[in-house]
């Protein structure tokens, strides 16, 4: 599977960014999807998961500020991130997720995300 994510950008602090990410292959649709990120200097961490039937989890650091979602039809999982605050700057994956947090296929790009202060 090959997954494409998008719509990273530079934003203030209390900005929105919507991300997205496609994945090729109709077995995306069947998996439990996860936004992953890595923070400069840091280990990536998983930070929003929806299963097949839209139940959704989120870290602590996250909650109530973002929103995963997902178009099965579009093979597409999404991140809708408000109130961004500069701890939020990241490289942001998208992934299918094993158990709590285990990623199942090879990264892809990911994309950048950065808050200013």
């Known amino acids: 599977v090959q997954l494409q994510a998008s719509g990273g950008g530079l934003v203030q602090t209390g900005g929105s960014l919507r991300l997205s990410c496609a994945g090729s292959?109709?077995?995306?649709?069947?998996?439990?999807l996860g936004w992953y990120r890595q923070p400069p200097g840091k280990q990536r961490e998983l930070v929003a998961a929806i299963t097949t039937g839209g139940t959704t989890s989120y870290a602590d650091s996250v909650k109530g500020r973002f929103t995963i979602s997902r178009n099965n039809d579009k093979n597409t999982v999404y991140l809708q991130m408000n109130s961004l605050v500069p701890d939020d700057t990241a490289v942001y994956y998208c992934?299918?997720?094993?158990?709590?947090?285990?990623?199942?296929?090879?990264w892809g790009p990911g994309t950048q995300v950065t808050v200013s202060s």
């Open positions: 992934n299918a997720v094993l158990g709590a947090s285990t990623p199942r296929w090879d």
């Open positions: 292959g109709s077995i995306f649709r069947f998996n439990v």
